[in-house]
Antibody, heavy 126, light 109 residues
Framework: QVQLVQSGAEVKKPGASVKVSCKAS????????MHWVRQAPGQGLEWMGI????????SYAQKFQGRVTMTRDTSTSTVYMELSSLRSEDTAVYYC???????????????????WGQGTLVTVSS | EIVLTQSPGTLSLSPGERATLSCRAS???????LAWYQQKPGQAPRLLIY???SRATGIPDRFSGSGSGTDFTLTISRLEPEDFAVYYC??????????FGGGTKVEIK
């Protein structure tokens, strides 16, 4: 069965960086794009960006351009999201979410999500 | 950027009742590229509906989606105890600028 298992909670100081991992299993890792979505406490969902696990290409939401970096390690079927210059407003649960489209079939990402990780709480506090 | 407005903010209903949730877009959503998700406290969202009206794998048929253009609806025909949750709509027609609505909470009356 498809599983996305994320790394544990983090506490960071303002100005620091955080790197969250998401290990995929139960499917062909390179066949599905992966997205990152965050949710501030008591708030809605916010899309951050997408990575193609096959070639490593990325596209980021304009809001996060210059602060976010998404990478992948095909040897471990893991994607990473690093967010730098953290501020208190970045306190949120960060989710990885698999794109619903099989790249072999649909080629392009569908931009909606069929499986989600359990979430990683990142707290930014001095 | 397409802004999605969900209403009502909170819906108070009893088990067995029908729930009707609205999602209105600030401009037309191309090709009905609209999805609905359910989220329970402390859990990740779960995909319910994509393409405005197609149920995701394993989703009970009491969940249905409809609409096109700027007005979309999620209907739960008869609420089960496990359906009390927050529901989000998401448009992906203007990807990569996808956006989510603010959510509708369905609570037990």
């Amino acid at each position: 069965q498809v599983q996305l298992v994320q790394s544990g909670a983090e506490v960071k100081k303002p100005g620091a960086s955080v790197k969250v991992s998401c290990k995929a299993s139960g499917y062909t890792f390179t066949s599905y794009y992966m997205h990152w979505v965050r949710q501030a406490p008591g708030q809605g969902l916010e899309w951050m960006g997408i990575i193609n696990p096959s070639g490593g290409s990325t596209s980021y939401a304009q809001k996060f351009q210059g602060r976010v970096t998404m990478t992948r390690d095909t040897s471990t079927s893991t994607v990473y999201m690093e967010l730098s210059s953290l501020r208190s407003e970045d306190t949120a649960v960060y989710y990885c979410a698999r794109d619903s489209g099989d790249i072999v079939v649909v080629v392009a990402a569908t931009y909606y999500f069929d499986y989600w990780g359990q979430g990683t709480l990142v707290t930014v506090s001095s | 950027e397409i802004v999605l407005t969900q209403s009502p903010g909170t819906l108070s209903l009893s088990p067995g009742e029908r729930a009707t949730l609205s999602c209105r877009a600030s401009q037309s959503v191309s090709s009905s590229y609209l999805a609905w998700y359910q989220q329970k406290p402390g859990q990740a969202p779960r995909l319910l509906i994509y393409g405005a009206s197609s149920r995701a794998t394993g989703i009970p048929d009491r969940f249905s989606g409809s609409g096109s253009g700027t007005d979309f609806t999620l209907t739960i025909s008869r609420l089960e105890p496990e359906d009390f949750a927050v529901y989000y709509c998401q448009q992906y027609g203007s990807s990569p600028r996808l956006t989510f609505g603010g959510g509708t909470k369905v609570e037990i009356k």
